[in-house]
C-alpha cells in the first residue's frame, strides 16, 4: 500500500519507515523540509503542502506530535488540517499514535493529544488510535534528569509500564495494515513497574553509587499516576523488558 507517515524523523518513525518498507510498502515521509529518500514536505502548524503531501496516500500514520512546543497548534489544530487535507477517495486507514492515560492525566499535553482524537473520532475517517505507554529510553532519560549528585528523587507510589520502541514500531505496522478499530486500542510494555523499583534497576546500571528517594508528591497528576492511570487497561504488550533494556543490546526511543 501507499504509506504516509507524519513524524517520520522522530524515535518513533525512524524505526516505523524501515518495517513498514521491509513489509512491502511504498512509504512517505513527511515533514516540514522533506528531507531524504522518500521524504515529502508538508507542515501540520501551517497546512503548507499538506494536500500534495497526502495526495494518494492509502494508509496515513500519524506519528508527529509537539510535546515541547504548543501541542495544542500542533496536535489539536495540525490533526483538523489533516483531516481536511487527506485523499477520502483513496484512504484506507488512518492510525493515530496517542498516549495510554490521556484521558485520565489531567497534563497539559495529555488534554491536547486528547482533543486531537476527538478531532479524527468526529471527521468519518476510518481511524484507529493507538494509545502507546512511554517508551524506554524516555524513562531512561527522565531518570538521568532527576538525578541530584548521590540523590534519585522520584514519585512516590507512581505505576508505569515502559515498552521498547521497536516493539511498537512492530505493533504499528500490524495496526495499520489490518480493518480500522473505529476507536481506542492500547499497547504498553510487558511488565507494571513503580516508578521507585524501575529506578533502582536504572540506578545499578547507571549510577551505582545513587541512591534512589521516594519522595511523596501531591496534586492530580501524582494521584492519577498512583491509581494506575499510565497503565494499560487492555491491548497487547511487547516483549523486551526494562531489564533487557538496560542490559543493551535493545534500543528505546521517545
Do not use: C
Amino acid at each position: 500500500m501507499d504509506v504516509l507517515v507524519t513524524g517520520a524523523t522522530g524515535r518513533l518513525g525512524r524505526r516505523l519507515v524501515p518495517r513498514l518498507q521491509q513489509a512491502g510498502h511504498s512509504v512517505r515521509q513527511m515533514s516540514r523540509r522533506g528531507h531524504g529518500p522518500g521524504g515529502v514536505r508538508g507542515d501540520l502548524a501551517t497546512g503548507f503542502d499538506l494536500a500534495h503531501a497526502l495526495a494518494g496516500a492509502e494508509v496515513v500514520v500519524h506519528a508527529a506530535s509537539d510535546p515541547r512546543g504548543n501541542p495544542w497548534e500542533v496536535d489539536v489544530a495540525g490533526t483538523r488540517r489533516l483531516v481536511e487535507a487527506v485523499d477520502r477517495e483513496r484512504l484506507r486507514h488512518l492510525v493515530h499514535v496517542s498516549i495510554v492515560g490521556i484521558d485520565r492525566i489531567p497534563l497539559n499535553y495529555y488534554r491536547a493529544k486528547y482533543a486531537a482524537e476527538q478531532v479524527l473520532l468526529a471527521s468519518g475517517l476510518p481511524v484507529t488510535l493507538v494509545r502507546i505507554t512511554q517508551f524506554h529510553e524516555f524513562a531512561d532519560e527522565l531518570l538521568e534528569t532527576a538525578r541530584r549528585g548521590p540523590l534519585l528523587p522520584v514519585p512516590m507510589g507512581w505505576r508505569v509500564s515502559p515498552v521498547d520502541v521497536d516493539d511498537a514500531a512492530a505493533h504499528l505496522v500490524g495496526v495499520a495494515t489490518a480493518e480500522p478499530a473505529g476507536g481506542v486500542v492500547e499497547f504498553g510494555g510487558p511488565e507494571e513497574h513503580s516508578v521507585a523499583d524501575l529506578a533502582r534497576s536504572w540506578a545499578s546500571v547507571r549510577a551505582p553509587s545513587a541512591r534512589v528517594v521516594p519522595t511523596p508528591v501531591p496534586g492530580r497528576i501524582a494521584a492519577a499516576m498512583r491509581d494506575g492511570a499510565a497503565i494499560p487497561e487492555r491491548g497487547e504488550r511487547g516483549s523486551v523488558t526494562w531489564a533487557q533494556y538496560l542490559a543493551g543490546g535493545v534500543t528505546g526511543g521517545l
